[in-house]
């Protein structure tokens, strides 16, 4: 097995389609059927179930594709490894959640300017996907949204910003100056998924308040949070920053008064001794920047 037929294997556990898949791996759907035609045989094992609903994946594929994310990871920090040890530009992967490189890219810059050797490579996920890319060894180093799921890291929180309520012109509570979590009860709530910690926060903070929130709409993106919102489709929440960004007419942003109802950025790694070095380095001059001048 080579890594090649390791990849196309993952790419097409993820798509579910080898249509799909072979335009994403840039090769035929006859070459690619080989290729897993060939994995099956290596292995003695059926990987997938064809259909002509698609390609879905057998037990035997699920626990494949677990242990062959692993090893594709690990062969892209040996890879990294090896660069760095060879001389070559060092590198170093990071993951960032939808909004945290807003707030933290001076400091990538800073970074960058101090380490002219290190080329960074960064990426945006949702907030749970950022989580993932660190446990699965995608990324040495990420900036996530604080939330469940993350006690086996080692982090440090960066920032906390306010998260505001919004509500389109007319709404009950457009003249106020400040609203609750009761507040929420009753109201239709458009918000960003389950993908995104702010799910789970809003839910936990209307569950203390002794209510289920009314979640009329789930989205992976804010702006179409605040459109729906702009036209009466409920009332919507956001952060205090990408509400100054994007401000829409017809919608107002809002204040919580809960004090503890925040969007906290951490910064997160795994045990600092599977760090290379170049990432120890990250590591250590966000925190000291952060040090001489916090957010």
Same mark, same amino acid.
């Given at each position: 097995?080579? $890594? ?80 760095? $040890? ?28 101090? *380490? ?69 009860? *009753? ?12 799910? &789970? ?17 789930? $989205? ?5 949070? =605040? ?8 009332? &919507?929440? $956001? ?44 590591? =250590? ?7 001489? &001048?916090?957010?």
């Amino acid at each position: 097995m080579d $890594t090649k037929a390791l990849h196309c294997f993952i790419v097409l556990y993820r798509l579910k389609n080898m249509h799909k898949a072979a335009e994403e791996l840039f090769i035929s759907q006859q070459g690619l059927s080989k290729i897993i035609r060939n994995l099956e045989s290596e292995w003695e094992v059926l990987l997938f179930e064809r259909s002509k609903y698609g390609m879905h994946p057998t037990k035997a594929g699920d626990y494949f594709y677990q242990h062959a994310v692993s090893i594709q990871n690990e062969l892209e920090q040996m890879k990294r490894e090896i660069k760095n $040890t060879a001389g070559g530009m060092e590198e170093l992967c990071i993951a960032c959640a939808y909004g945290t490189l807003h707030i933290l890219y001076p400091y990538l810059q800073s970074f960058r300017k101090q *380490n002219p050797s290190v080329r960074i490579r960064w990426k945006e996920y949702p907030d749970r996907d950022a989580d993932c890319a660190l446990k699965n060894r995608v990324v040495e180093v990420a900036f996530c949204v604080e939330g469940s799921g993350q006690e086996s890291f080692e982090h440090v929180p960066l920032a906390k910003r306010r998260i505001l309520l919004l509500v389109h012109e007319g709404h009950r509570l457009w003249d106020r100056k400040s609203a609750a979590i009761a507040d929420l009860k *009753n109201e239709k709530i458009i918000v960003e998924g389950d993908g995104f910690h702010i799910f &789970s926060l809003l839910q936990k903070k209307c569950l203390e308040e002794g209510f289920y929130p009314d979640i009329a709409a789930e $989205t992976a993106e804010i702006n179409l949070c =605040q459109n729906l919102c702009r036209m009466g489709e409920g009332v &919507s929440i $956001t952060v205090d920053f990408i509400a100054d960004i994007s401000r829409l007419p017809g919608v107002r942003a809002i204040p919580f008064s809960e004090p503890d109802f925040t969007w906290n950025i951490i910064m997160a790694w795994r045990k600092k001794d599977d760090l290379t070095d170049t990432a120890k380095k990250f590591v =250590q001059f966000i925190q000291d920047s952060l040090q001489a &001048s916090p957010l």
